[in-house]
Each structure stands twice: as structure tokens, then as C-alpha cells.
């Protein structure tokens, strides 16, 4: 069960619509809708077969343009917070597809749901990840192209749902790096609509040269000598003792955009760990 579905169950079990998209009566009567604007997740551990998670979720309403959906992701058998997601909504009107301002009586349908005082699941009194604005690359070094949404993909207005961009920026990730390094971290902002006949590209580049010098070398690895006194032309050796070991995470900026109009569907960045008990590239 993704994240996306534990908000939904929330919202039913409050009395909202059931639709997936948590609307409240009068949002329905008004037709008005929840879109998605920014979403963060960072994972520190993955669960592993036969793991039980244990999931919270929260609804935060007090803005007057946005609101926010946090989540905080626990291992059910010790407690301990695995991962942490949050999210920003805006209300759009159905029928316009235009931003619209959230109208009190709409708030004052699902204040009763909120939590007070506020809960954060990051800490926003520190400088965290997600609220690191994306800037987008003057050039990919990396292109997916010809990704066309499924048929599961769309929501009930044959729009694709913002669960099918994650997937589509990692799409543009080499093998070689997704092979060998995990994700930790993606954060994605939602600039706009992608539609059922839409053809989609996948652009990613390196964001630091860091990155870019650790991505080429993980290309050169078919060419590699194993005694190279634990390096292979330049890349890091086998990550046996810790969840990184030593080694700076890589990062890597993202751009979805249309095929044939080149307009950016979402911006977006991931950052990525050596995976810890890796004993050989291929």
C-alpha cells in the first residue's frame, strides 16, 4: 500500500468522498478538487519481506491558498521511524482547471480534522531537504524517452496521478547507478497536467561534479580491474560496514516534459546511497 492510498483511506474514514480525491461536500458541490503542488519523501531504511509497517498521516489546513499532508512511516515491531514524507495541495476548480483560493466554509468542513497544535514530519525549524527549491538544469546528460501513461495511471479525469511522475523521473536514472546506490530522498514539484495521450521525456543530470565524476565511472565499470586497491577506474569499492561509507550521496535533478511542446511537467531531485552490503557492481 503506497502512501497515497493511506491518505485516501483517512479522508473516507472522516466521511470525504471516496473518489481519491478527498473531497469534502461542499468542494464537491462547488467543484473544486485537491491538486498536488510539491511532495518529499526521504526514506532512511527500506523494510524488507515480511516487515509490517506502521503508518501515520495527517492533514495539516490553516493556509488560505495551500495546504499540507505529512507522513511519518514507523517499523511496526521496534517503533522506529524508517521513513518521513510531507506534501502541498492547492484547490483547483474542475471545470476551469484553474487555481482557485480555499473558501471558508471549506475549511470549516475539515478543521475538525486537523491536528492542534500543528504536527510537522519534518523538523521545519532546521534546514531540511524539503524545502530545498529545485532548479532546473541547463542540460540533461541523461533522456528517457517515449513514456506514455497506462491505463492505471490516470485518475477518473483521465489525468495521470502524481504517483506515475516518480516513476517517470527514475526511469531516467542509469542501471548502472540504480544498481549499485539506493534512493533516499525525491522531491518533486508539479507544474502541470499530463493527459492520456500525452508523450512524456525523462531528463536527468548529475547536480554536483561530484556526482557527475562517481555516474562516470559507473559507466566505465564493464572495463573495470578488480585489483585497483578497492577502486575501479576511479569508482568507489564494495560498501560493506555502513549505509554509505563515507562516501558523499549523489544527486541528481530531474525534468518531465511534453514530447511534442517541450513544456516541463515536473521539476524534481533525488539523492542516492551507496546500498550497504553491495559485493560487486555487476
Known sequence: MSIQEVACNHAQSVGFSTDGFATTPLMRKLHLIWVTTRMHIQIEKYPVWGDTVEIDTWYQGEGRIETRRDWIIRDDKTGDTIGRATSTWVMMNMDTRRLARIPDDVREEYMPFVPQPA????????KNSSLTKITKPDSADFVRPNLFPRRND???NQHVNNVTYIGWMLEGIPLEVSSTHELTQITLDYKRECQADD???SLVSPE?????DVVRSLLNLKNKDANTNGKVNGAPGPCLNSSNCGHPPLLFLHVLRLAESGKDINLGRTEWRRKPTLQTYF
Open 119 to 126: 504536527r510537522w514530519a519534518f523538523d521545519h525549524s532546521q
Open 154 to 156: 490516470l485518475d477518473m
Open 199 to 201: 508523450v512524456v521525456e
Open 208 to 212: 554536483n561534479s561530484e556526482t557527475a
